[in-house]
T-cell receptor
């Protein structure tokens, strides 16, 4: 059974810092991996999707990497801003390709 | 229109009530999902519809009844719920059922069962 773990559970940084969020998964036979952002009491916004054959994806200040063989992904946020404060969820598409398995998330707080 | 719209945003119901959650998208997506999210927990899959047919039911109790009347609309009918069913219910859609497509989520319905 696929399990997704995110470390750390919570992170507080001052504005302007670069930071890395970590995600690991137990079964390397994934179809893709997505990083989502969720604000309190709101839905999820897809930030980046990495296909199983890809190594990384970039969007603005965000860069996500994937090492499928070791079961790891990182989300790098450059020059963090208070508006980046949210919970970041990592999710992998299961073996059947039918649904995402989510990690518990990392709650980020960026202070001005 | 690139949104998944969920109504209502908030719902309070008693254990004997019957209510429905609605989800709508006009992006031509053919796969639609219901997820349940408890506070400070990740979303958990409930149901998947692919081309208006129920393809996955993750052993959800029968007091939750999904319905997909057409390719744009997904409902979740609620009956005789329990207080532990209180959660954020999220709807999502994607262009085609399967791999390598982003999921688009609605903003959710916050459900409280008294």
């Amino acid at each position: 059974k696929q399990e997704v773990t995110q470390i750390p559970a919570a992170l507080s940084v001052p504005e302007g810092e670069n930071l890395v969020l970590n995600c690991s998964f137990t079964d390397s036979a994934i179809y893709n991996l997505q990083w989502f952002r969720q604000d309190p009491g709101k839905g999820l916004t897809s930030l980046l999707l990495i296909q199983s054959s890809q190594r990384e994806q970039t969007s603005g200040r965000l860069n996500a990497s994937l090492d499928k063989s070791s079961g790891r992904s990182t989300l790098y946020i450059a020059a963090s801003q208070p508006g980046d404060s949210a919970t970041y969820l990592c999710a992998v598409l299961n073996q059947a390709g039918t649904a995402l398995i989510f990690g518990k998330g990392t709650t980020l707080s960026v202070s001005s | 229109d690139t949104e998944v719209t969920q109504t209502p945003k908030h719902l309070v119901m008693g254990m004997t009530n019957k209510k429905s959650l609605k989800c709508e998208q006009h992006m031509g997506h053919r796969a639609m999902y219901w997820y349940k999210q408890k506070a400070k927990k990740p979303p958990e899959l409930m149901f998947v519809y692919s081309y208006e047919k129920l393809s996955i039911n993750e052993s959800v109790p029968s007091r939750f009844s999904p319905e997909c009347p057409n390719s744009s609309l997904l409902n979740l009918h609620l009956h005789a719920l329990q207080p532990e069913d209180s959660a954020l219910y999220l709807c999502a859609s994607e262009p085609i059922g399967g791999a390598n497509e982003k999921l688009f989520f609605g903003s959710g319905t916050q459900l409280s069962v008294l």
